[in-house]
């Protein structure tokens, strides 16, 4: 359930014990360089992130590690 707000972009990441969550984004896919805008520590819950959306376009990818 993505939302986008006045000034932030929200969404729900299910998560699994044992694991870490590197939430990034870039504002080019061209060139893109991946920023780390958070890390979220897994256990078994669902969390809510929120990504500041201050660019005209901005990409979000969660790494897995």
């Known amino acids: 359930n993505p939302l ?3 000034g932030h972009f929200e ?3 299910p998560t699994q ?3 870490s969550y590197q ?3 870039a504002t080019n896919l061209q060139n ?3 920023t780390l ?3 979220i ?3 078994g819950s669902v969390k809510p992130v929120t990504v500041e959306a201050s660019a005209p376009q901005k990409w979000i990818r969660v790494l897995v590690q």
């Open 17 to 19: 014990t044992g694991y």
């Open 11 to 13: 969404f729900l990441l």
């Open 32 to 34: 893109a360089i991946w």
């Open 23 to 25: 939430v990034q984004s």
């Open 41 to 43: 520590p897994g256990d």
């Open 37 to 39: 805008e958070q890390t």
């Open 4 to 6: 986008l707000a006045t």
